[in-house]
């Protein structure tokens, strides 16, 4: 089966996160899991990823930090994602060495030629639809996706307001890989593990 997910943490790792985690990566449909925690000390961060690491190594899933490319070679995390404003890119790319380098271009198609510059691994636009977790996110539209189709090489990631019902359009526009967080974290009619069946 194909891996279309890129799965983003909820917020607030609880202690029975750790379970659920486990349980919707068992499923076999994610490529990569995020570490996205705000306001979180880094000491609080490093406790965090090593236990997820346990459970993405045993699910063979890509486990990347949110922001702060320094921890990702401390937690030996696979990788790092980084926003506009989330420090150098050229700085992080020399940090990570071979490990993966994703970049959030919004809408822009002079975000993503940078973000190939500076050698992103993959490229992710956004948000597409309302999404709970940045309600003020910059919109993004179909037409940059069918731009990087055929100019950019590397994988495409899209996010913003992802579900089961809006995912496949996107998919069809030239996305690689969904993000998604809310409907699976916060789905108020199915379990974690229900919600990830539902991307095939």
């Known amino acids: ?3 279309l997910v890129y799965l983003i943490s909820p917020n607030k ?9 486990d349980r919707v990566l068992s499923l076999k449909n994610v490529k990569f ?5 705000k ?5 609080k961060i490093l406790f965090i990823s090593k236990k ?14 949110n922001d702060y490319f320094s921890l990702a070679s401390k937690i030996k995390a696979d990788g790092c994602h980084m926003g506009q404003v989330d420090g150098s890119f050229k700085v992080a790319r020399k940090k990570l060495k071979k490990k993966i380098l994703g970049i959030t271009c919004h809408n822009s198609k002079i975000l993503a030629n940078n973000a190939i510059e500076n050698k992103a691994d993959y490229i992710a636009f956004g948000s597409f639809f309302k999404s709970r977790l940045k309600p003020n996110a910059k919109k993004a539209n179909l037409h940059i996706l069918k731009w990087a189709k055929k100019n950019i090489k590397k994988p495409i990631v899209v996010i913003g307001g992802i579900n089961n019902l809006n995912y ?14 809310s409907f699976i974290w916060d789905n108020p009619k199915l379990k974690p593990e229900q919600a990830i069946g539902k991307f095939k």
């Open 1 to 3: 089966m194909k891996r």
């Open 13 to 21: 790792i609880n202690q029975g996160f750790y379970i659920s985690l």
């Open 33 to 37: 899991f995020q570490l996205r925690v």
């Open 39 to 43: 306001n979180t000390s880094q000491k």
């Open 52 to 65: 997820i690491k346990k459970i993405t190594t045993k699910h063979k899933v890509k486990f990347i930090i």
């Open 168 to 181: 496949k359009k996107l998919m069809h526009a030239g996305a690689k890989y969904i993000a998604l967080s």
